[in-house]
Nanobody
Framework: QVQLVESGGGLVQPGGSLRLSCAAS????????ITWFRQAPGKAREGVAC????????YVADSLRCRFTISRDRDSNKVYLQMNSLKEEDTAVYTC???????????????WGKGTVVTVSS
């Protein structure tokens, strides 16, 4: 059974860091590319970062590139989203999703996790 489970969310002060994890089961990271999305209250979902199943190449949304990085550990079958210098506007539900191609388009995702909540507040 294919499953994606996010963890690592929580409450953090502005300027702090968090590392989110996306644990995949039922498939390997060679089978599916993984994309992180986020949805803030009252806003549309947006793509944050993705990592390719083919070669591990990564893409981070332009506005986040200087603060966020995505990586994977093929041994543990996990994908990570490292978030630094967090701002209040980063508050959102962060969800990972799997697709056969590396893309930031949510309609191309095959599988979704349930999300983890990140709250940036003092």
């Amino acid at each position: 059974q294919v499953q994606l489970v996010e963890s690592g969310g929580g409450l953090v002060q502005p300027g702090g860091s968090l590392r989110l994890s996306c644990a995949a089961s039922g498939f390997t990271l060679d089978d599916y590319s993984i994309t992180w999305f986020r949805q803030a209250p009252g806003k549309a979902r947006e793509g944050v970062a993705c990592i390719s199943r083919a070669d591990g190449s990564t893409y981070v949304a332009d506005s986040l590139r200087c603060r966020f990085t995505i990586s994977r550990d093929r041994d543990s079958n996990k994908v990570y989203l490292q978030m630094n210098s967090l701002k209040e506007e980063d508050t959102a539900v962060y969800t990972c999703a799997g697709s056969t191609i590396a893309t930031m388009f949510d309609y191309l995702m095959n599988y979704w996790g349930k999300g983890t909540v990140v709250t940036v507040s003092s």
